[in-house]
T-cell receptor
């Protein structure tokens, strides 16, 4: 079946540090890939997405590239801020389907000033 | 666009009681989804509606769970005879899918209803 594996957290960084959160997936065909962010006490917000191989999603300084050859969609940011502290979820939507999202377990990021 | 609204934000109840949650999607969105999120886990799909039709239910949705979306607008999720294991955050999401809206439209999530069973 379809599944998403994220790097274990928590991740603690200092402000302006470089961020990478690894995400790999298992799926047949070409799923759509997403990163969602969840701030404390809130629901999930879409951060970025990619729908086909080699697509790069980007938003608010975050980037992720859809790598079919390594089945990966790693999230990166060059310089994190305290306000980026949140839980980050990688997710996929299976090929041929346009509804159900399958999520990873989430990675808690804490950025210290 | 007022976003997806869920009510209540928190619900505390005793084991064995029935609870009902409400979700108001973004007004023009024709698809509505329910997910469940337990502590330290990502959301898990429960069910989804295309307009008023419930098109898929996860195995996670036992017979004690029922969801409706009358008239294709708001949706309710009812849990009967609640159990300790039902304690979780219940998330609702909506999206607009169809001709003209483009493929792969993202799902927009509400802030969730946190259920605690005593």
């Amino acid at each position: 079946g379809n599944s998403v594996t994220q790097m274990e957290g928590p991740v603690t960084l200092s402000e302006e540090a470089f961020l990478t959160i690894n995400c790999t997936y298992t799926a047949t065909g070409y799923p759509s890939l997403f990163w969602y962010v969840q701030y404390p006490g809130e629901g999930l917000q879409l951060l970025l997405k990619a729908t086909k191989a080699d697509d790069k999603g980007s938003n608010k300084g975050f980037e992720a590239t859809y790598r079919k050859e390594t089945t990966s969609f790693h999230l990166e940011k060059g310089s994190v801020q305290v306000s980026d502290s949140a839980v980050y979820f990688c997710a996929l939507r299976k090929p041929g389907s346009n509804y159900k999202l399958t999520f990873g377990k989430g990675t808690l990021l804490t950025v210290n000033p | 666009d007022t976003g997806v609204s869920q009510d209540p934000r928190h619900k505390i109840t005793k084991r064995g009681q029935n609870v009902t949650f409400r979700c108001d999607p973004i007004s023009e969105h024709n698809r509505l989804y329910w997910y469940r999120q337990t502590l330290g886990q990502g959301p898990e799909f429960l069910t989804y509606f295309q307009n008023e039709a419930q098109l898929e239910k996860s195995r996670l949705l036992s017979d004690r769970f029922s969801a409706e979306r009358p008239k294709g607008s708001f949706s309710t999720l009812e849990i009967q005879r609640t159990e300790q294991g039902d304690s979780a955050m219940y998330l609702c999401a909506s999206s607009l899918e169809g001709i003209g809206s483009g493929a792969n439209q993202p799902q927009h999530f509400g802030d969730g209803t946190r259920l605690s069973i005593l």
